[in-house]
């Protein structure tokens, strides 16, 4: 069976629903409003401890993240440039 993670944006607790619910469900711990962040395998093992394992898709974060440090990195040439030509 398919499950969803879902994070609480009260709390910040993360919960796992089966897809089937994946609408107008809240927080187990203190009823707040949850935001997807991603499919999730549950296992179970001897001792009757769920695991999870959420995969998330950060494609869109590491090219924002790639292009900041670019960005860092030319705005300190330009830093020592200007030092440069006023010293």
């Known amino acids: 069976m398919k499950h969803i993670a879902f994070k609480c944006c009260e709390c910040g607790v993360i ?3 089966e897809s089937y619910r994946g609408d107008g469900n809240s927080c187990m711990r203190c009823g ?12 179970c093992n001897s001792k009757n401890v ?4 959420i995969s ?3 494609t869109d974060i590491d090219r924002a993240l790639k292009k900041i440090n670019c ?9 020592i440039r200007m ?4 010293g």
């Open 32 to 43: 707040g409003t949850l935001n997807p962040i991603g499919d999730c395998v549950v296992h």
């Open 56 to 58: 998330i898709d950060t």
């Open 15 to 17: 919960n796992v629903y």
């Open 83 to 86: 030092g440069i030509l006023n």
């Open 71 to 79: 960005l860092n990195d030319r705005m300190n040439e330009a830093v």
């Open 50 to 53: 769920l695991v999870y394992k």
